[in-house]
Every structure is written in C-alpha cells, then in structure tokens.
C-alpha cells in the first residue's frame, strides 16, 4: 500500500477537502494494484502469452541449432561410410587374393595326389591282372582266367552261386 500520512489535523475546509482527495485518489490505486494482483487470470493470460513468445523464439533457435548439428552428423557419417566401404572393399580384395592363391596351391596338390593315386592304382590293377592270370593254380586258373575277360557271365554266375548257398541256408531241408 502507499504512505499514510498520520493523523494531521486539517486546517479548514479547503485543506480537509484536499486530504480527502489525496486519500481517494490513493485508496484508488491501492484497488487497482489489489484488483491487478486479484485479476489471476488476466495475469496467467499475460504470462503465458510472454512464455509463448519465448518458446517460439527457443523453437526456431532450436530447430536451427538441430538443423546444423543433423547436417554436420549427416556430413561425417557418410565420410566415416565411405571409409569404412574403403576399407572393407580393400580388406575384401585381400582376402579374394589369398583365397585364389590358396585355391591354385590346394588344386595343385590335388591333381599330384590324384596322379599318384591313379598310377598306384593301374600299377595295382596290372600286378593283379599278371596274378590272377598266372599265379593261379591249375583247377581255378582257366576259370579265373575266363572271369577276367568276361566278368559279366562270371558276376551272373558268381550271383546265382550266392543265392543258392543262401536258400540253402535259410531253408533247411528237414
């Protein structure tokens, strides 16, 4: 509230009219300042439309600041991807390199084993032939002799020979 003066005697009308004005006038202002302080909503109004304003101003300030900063991470993620696509491009090419290398060594290898095998295996195949053809004694040779060259009749015959010794054991005769 504002000053009171104490309690001065008026001096006569005029005066006492005066201190009646200034009291008005002051008891006046002490209301509007109650009613301003009273007026809640009126005051909410003001202050959200102030933190409106300063909310719209942040907004634009921060959509800029993000703006800047999505860019600038934008920028160096495709750097550090280019990079890294580089890098794994080359790393793949390396690897491609060894890859063919150690193919070429592996076949190689492979084709002197598979050499070695083959002409261990006609060696074998001759040795046995020699045997089978001449080592054999006399009841079995000329058999064994006409198996090797025409195993299809000594396969045929060799079968039939196989399921009669099986038949024979299966059913006994009783």
């Known amino acids: 509230m504002t000053d009171r003066a ?9 005066e006492l009219r005066r201190q009646i004005e200034q009291t008005r006038s002051q008891l006046g202002e002490t209301v509007e300042e109650l009613a301003e302080k009273m007026d ?12 409106k304003d300063k909310a719209s101003a942040m907004t634009v300030q921060l959509r800029s600041t993000a703006a800047h ?41 492979a084709l002197t084993a598979g050499h070695a095998a083959q002409d261990r295996a ?4 001759h040795t046995l032939q020699h045997r089978a053809e001449h080592d ?9 002799r006409a198996a090797v060259r025409h195993p299809g009749p000594a396969l045929a015959i060799g079968a039939a020979l196989a399921f009669v010794v099986v038949v024979g054991w299966r059913y006994p005769k009783r």
């Open 136 to 144: 054999v004694p006399w009841p079995a040779g000329p058999v064994v």
């Open 6 to 14: 104490g309690p001065t005697g008026a001096k006569g009308p005029d």
């Open 40 to 51: 809640v909503k009126g005051r909410a109004r003001a202050r959200a439309a102030d933190l």
């Open 122 to 125: 006609s060696r074998t195949g």
């Open 69 to 109: 900063a999505g860019h600038a991470v934008q920028d160096r993620a495709t750097q550090t991807g280019h990079k890294v696509h580089d890098r794994a491009t080359q790393a793949g090419h390396q690897v491609q390199d060894t890859a063919v290398r150690a193919g070429h060594q592996v076949h190689d290898r």
